[in-house]
């Protein structure tokens, strides 16, 4: 990925490493679990040719440092200081795209926050995704140096992912990156969401746009569309065929709809 590489203060010191490229309207990218800001490689040419985009790496990876202690709070109180940031550079709202458990922790960071102008959040996971002590079977493994099964369980049974597709991220990903993540951010996540009120997104002011896809887990599809009942200016599109990894799956297909929301022939009043 082609751009110019800047740092942000994060919450607690951090520093928040950063990606941009284009000009137009500014558009922050948030990424999911057990990914850096290269994830966004296959959108990441067409959104620069028609925005300021910028991708960040959350805390404990990539361009970014780690802080001594984690908690959600802390994740997205350096999503607001990007999201600061961005808008005070632009002296207007930032339209704002993450996913899976960057759009859990974006939730928090777009309430009441006028310098959100647009939001998508794709398949966001909460409490139930984590449910019936998974948390506590990814902590065990990573500690007794299993990472490996980690990662495949986050995977298979978080992800719904199958054995093919999760050898294909095996080969394409090389590994080693991927597990060094893992092994640093699965089980605070994990233990993170078991805490996730989604309360706050009854103060997001933003028009939303939830990502849904047909063949997703259960999980996705209940929090989804409780966030569609609790978010006051939000609808749901459903991604046909898709799950939760359209982004490289279907990018076309995620960019139209990007585009339809961002740049609206007519716009909200």
């Avoid at 994990?190 to 849904?212: K, N, V, W």
Wanted: proline share 5%; net charge negative.
């Amino acid at each position: 990925m082609d751009g110019e590489r800047t740092v942000v203060a994060g919450s607690d010191g951090v520093e928040i490493g950063l990606i941009s490229a284009g000009s137009g309207d500014p558009l922050l990218l948030i990424h999911g679990g057990m990914g850096r800001l290269e994830r966004w490689e296959p959108l990441w040419a067409p959104l620069a040719s028609r925005f300021r985009v910028t991708a960040m790496d959350r805390r404990g990876r990539g361009t970014s440092t780690d802080g001594a202690s984690y908690s959600a709070a802390r994740e997205s109180a350096d999503i607001v200081a990007v999201i600061h940031h961005l808008a005070g550079q632009a002296h207007h709202g930032v339209n704002v795209m993450a996913h899976s458990i960057g759009a859990t922790f974006v939730i928090d960071a777009a309430a009441g926050n006028a310098d959100v102008r647009r939001l998508v959040l794709y398949e966001p996971p909460g409490p139930e995704t984590v449910a019936g002590g998974w948390a506590d079977r990814v902590a065990e493994l990573v500690s007794h140096d299993e990472v490996g099964r980690a990662a495949a369980s986050f995977l298979r049974d978080i992800i719904a992912l199958s054995p093919k597709e999760i050898d294909r991220l095996r080969e394409q990903s090389g590994g080693t990156d991927v597990l060094a993540i893992a092994a640093a951010t699965l089980p605070r996540e994990a233990r993170a969401l078991e805490t996730i009120d989604f309360g706050s997104s009854r103060t997001i002011t933003a028009p939303t746009l939830l990502l849904l896809g047909s063949t997703s887990p259960v999980w996705a599809r209940s929090i989804t569309h409780q966030l569609e009942s609790l978010i006051p200016h939000a609808r749901v599109v459903q991604l046909a065929g898709q799950g939760h990894e359209a982004i490289d799956r279907a990018p076309d297909l995620v960019l139209e709809v990007l585009l339809a929301f961002f740049e609206p022939t007519t716009m909200p009043q």
